[in-house]
């Protein structure tokens, strides 16, 4: 299954919306989804409304990465 490519995708893959942020790394002006899994997504969020995981876009997501045992 793809990743959802709009508001309504993300609603209707079972994505909950928790709260508006911005990035503590970049910034930017994120969103905060609930994944259908329980886990907490930072989501960039259009004007036409397409979103896309903030991971993917920001410039400063390796000081986020948690190390693997």
């Known amino acids: 299954m793809p990743f ?3 508001l ?3 609603r209707a893959a079972g994505y909950r919306f928790n709260l508006d942020a911005h990035c503590r ?3 930017a ?6 994944t259908p899994a329980g ?3 930072p989501m960039d969020v259009t004007d036409s409304g ?3 995981s903030h991971f993917a876009t920001c410039p400063k997501v390796e000081q986020f990465r948690k190390e693997r045992a």
Request: net charge negative; hydrophobic share 35%; charged share 40%.
């Open 29 to 34: 002006r994120i969103e905060w989804w609930i």
């Open 4 to 6: 959802p490519e709009t």
């Open 8 to 10: 309504d995708e993300l």
């Open 39 to 41: 886990k907490h997504m």
């Open 25 to 27: 790394g970049c910034g």
């Open 50 to 52: 397409k979103v896309e």
